[in-house]
């Protein structure tokens, strides 16, 4: 009778532990923040830039934030004298652009947006202007910690 209760104790102790694993996990949403230009805030353990200095040009930027790296900050330098309109997406497991962020940027300002669920993550920063003619920096921080 012991014995029996043992082999069934194990068994059902077994099957918990494997049906867990029957479950897919679905891959965070990043999400995106606007924060103040110097926000400040702690120093990584480990981070790179994802984005060095390129220039803002009508064809867009994108990057890829490596696993691991679950947070990311943009800085981002509007030098037109024009508003800026930012829109930052990233590439769904069907491959579709999702927006997660609009903003605007008024002429010579900046933006800083903090990024979460980064890791693993092709992430795309397009733009426009009234006039078309769009000019500026961006930098892309990515982080192992929140930024």
């Not at 696993?67 to 800085?75: A, E, P, Q, T, V």
């Not at 030098?79 to 069907?94: A, D, I, P, R």
């Not at 669920?117 to 078309?132: E, M, R, V």
Request: cysteine-free.
């Amino acid at each position: 009778m012991k014995k029996s209760f043992l082999v069934a104790t194990a068994i059902v102790a077994t099957m918990s532990l494997s049906s867990g694993s029957v479950f897919a996990t679905e891959t965070p949403v990043p999400s995106a923040t606007a924060v103040p230009s110097n926000p400040g805030g702690i120093h990584p353990m480990s981070d790179y830039l994802a984005v060095n200095n390129a220039n803002l040009d009508n064809g867009g930027n994108s990057w890829t934030h490596l696993s691991g790296f679950n947070y990311g900050r943009i800085y981002l330098t509007n030098t037109s004298s024009q508003t800026l309109t930012v829109y930052l997406s990233y590439k769904s497991s069907s491959g579709s652009k999702i927006n997660i962020g609009t903003w605007s940027v008024s002429g010579n300002d900046t933006l800083t947006v903090n990024t979460t669920n980064a890791g693993g993550q092709t992430f795309f920063l397009d733009y426009n202007t009234p006039n078309g003619t769009v000019s500026g920096k961006v930098n892309v921080r990515a982080s192992d910690v929140a930024l």
